[in-house]
Nanobody
Framework: QVQVVESGGGLVQPGGSLRLSCAAS????????IGWFRQAPGKEREGISC????????NYADSVKGRFTISRDNGKNTVYLQMNSLKPEDTAVYYC????????????????????WGQGTQVTVSS
């Protein structure tokens, strides 16, 4: 079955860290750009990061730049999102998605470019 599954979400205090994982099965991630998105309650889904297929080029939304890092281990068929210095406004359901090409767009919020989505993992930042 072709799918991606996110994990690693949870409850964390402000200033804390989490690492999300996006594990692929049924296909190889090597050839695809991967994006991370999030959706907070009552808000539209937001593109926050994208990694080209080789991992050598990444981009980030301004809201997470300098705090979040996307990486990939193609040997494990997994993409990660390291989230540091978390803030309450980072509370959201986080999704990974597979793009139908190797390269990220400059505008990482173009959801229609991503054809395969995971079910999401909840991240709650609260004291």
């Amino acid at each position: 079955q072709v799918q991606v599954v996110e994990s690693g979400g949870g409850l964390v205090q402000p200033g804390g860290s989490l690492r999300l994982s996006c594990a692929a099965s049924g296909f190889t991630l090597d050839y695809y750009a991967i994006g991370w998105f999030r959706q907070a309650p009552g808000k539209e889904r937001e593109g926050i990061s994208c990694s080209n297929s080789g991992g050598g080029s990444t981009n980030y939304a301004d809201s997470v730049k300098g705090r979040f890092t996307i990486s990939r281990d193609n040997g494990k068929n997994t993409v990660y999102l390291q989230m540091n210095s978390l803030k309450p406004e980072d509370t959201a359901v986080y999704y990974c998605a597979v793009k139908g090409s190797e390269y990220c767009s400059d505008d990482i919020s173009r959801e229609r470019e991503f054809g395969l989505w995971g079910q999401g993992t909840q991240v709650t930042v609260s004291s």
